[in-house]
């Protein structure tokens, strides 16, 4: 873990210690918190990172209806390396000069972030599962077919209008 990273996780364990709780954490409480015991001071660098982030928010938010009806996210991000950092530039779909190549890899990549989720969801199921052997096991299916079809018949229905 990073020096950053230690640090938060102190002020972390800090914010558990004295405020305790039930043991669900807001991010956003420990936050306020860690900045008025003076334990984190925002860089400029946060402060960019931190507008970034609404704007990244906004652009993932913004949503169209195309002609047939169908709702749509209109940006669509691709996570590039530049140097030693790495950033999301984005393109909206309804922009011509936005290249097809970018979309390509924004879908691929997205896809690539569910399948990581599914993998980290069966590994905390099977984990949780493993420690709690005296109850049912809970059964998480990843096969999603049928739930995006279910979601598309409304829209199939539509079409034949």
């Known amino acids: 873990m990073s020096a950053y990273g230690n640090q938060v996780k102190a002020y972390i364990e800090r914010y558990q210690s004295e405020v305790g709780g039930d043991g669900m954490l807001d991010p956003h409480a420990v936050a306020e918190w860690a900045y008025k015991h ?10 960019v990172d931190a507008i970034a982030s ?18 749509y996210r209109a ?14 530039l984005w ?4 922009d011509d000069k936005a290249p097809r190549s970018h979309f390509v ?10 399948v990581g989720d599914c993998f980290q969801l069966k590994t905390d199921v099977d984990v949780y599962n493993g420690k709690n052997q005296s109850k049912d096991p809970i059964q998480v299916p990843l096969n999603f077919t049928l ?9 199939k229905g539509r079409k034949a209008a």
């Not at 940006?75 to 999301?88: D, F, L």
């Not at 890899?105 to 569910?114: A, D, H, L, V, Y």
């Not at 739930?147 to 829209?155: A, C, F, I, S, T």
């Open 105 to 114: 890899r924004s879908f691929s990549q997205r896809r690539q972030q569910i």
């Open 38 to 47: 003076g334990l984190h001071k925002p860089s400029i660098r946060t402060v």
């Open 91 to 94: 393109a909206d779909m309804d």
């Open 75 to 88: 940006k669509h991000a691709v996570r590039v390396k530049k140097g030693e950092r790495t950033m999301s």
């Open 54 to 71: 609404d704007i990244s928010q906004y652009f993932r938010e913004e949503y169209r209806t195309s002609e047939d009806g169908q709702s």
């Open 147 to 155: 739930d995006v079809e279910e979601l598309q018949l409304p829209l």
